[in-house]
């Protein structure tokens, strides 16, 4: 009689450590993407005519501005929402330069809170990250 008891008590546990687990897989499946960003949106600062452009870069897909090609590859939204932070993977190619050991101006993460980490260095243009959406 207490087997069959252990036996009831260790299947409802069994079950209760599956539906568990299986919760816990579906909500990180489901929100683990809701942080990533489908589009960029960068700034861009022409230092010579002192004007400057909001650019909304579709994420993997290279886009033209003037002399340079950029492509932002990952945009993420901090988890947090009392400090925001946004970051974002971005290579930058200067179309004027013909030296081929020179593949990008910039390749690496950007950070919007502080630039200065990693920072656009071009004598004509300057570059900051906006936002991801």
Request: aromatic share 14%; charged share 25%; glycine share 4%.
């Amino acid at each position: 009689m207490l087997l069959k008891k252990n036996i009831k008590v260790g299947k409802i546990r069994l079950k209760l450590f599956f539906l568990a687990f299986f919760l816990l897989i579906f909500n990180n499946f489901c929100f683990a993407n809701n942080n990533n960003g489908e589009f960029t949106n960068i700034k861009v600062l022409d230092k010579v005519s002192s004007k400057n452009k909001l650019l909304k870069l579709k994420n993997g897909e290279d886009f033209n501005y003037k002399d340079l090609l950029i492509k932002s590859i990952k945009c993420k939204n901090s988890e947090f929402d009392d400090n925001p932070e946004i970051t974002a993977y971005i290579q930058v190619k200067d179309l004027r330069s013909k030296d081929k050991n020179d593949v990008f101006v910039f390749n690496g993460w950007m950070f919007s809170s502080s630039p200065s980490i990693a920072p656009f260095d071009h004598p004509v243009y300057d570059i900051w990250l906006v936002g991801c959406n």
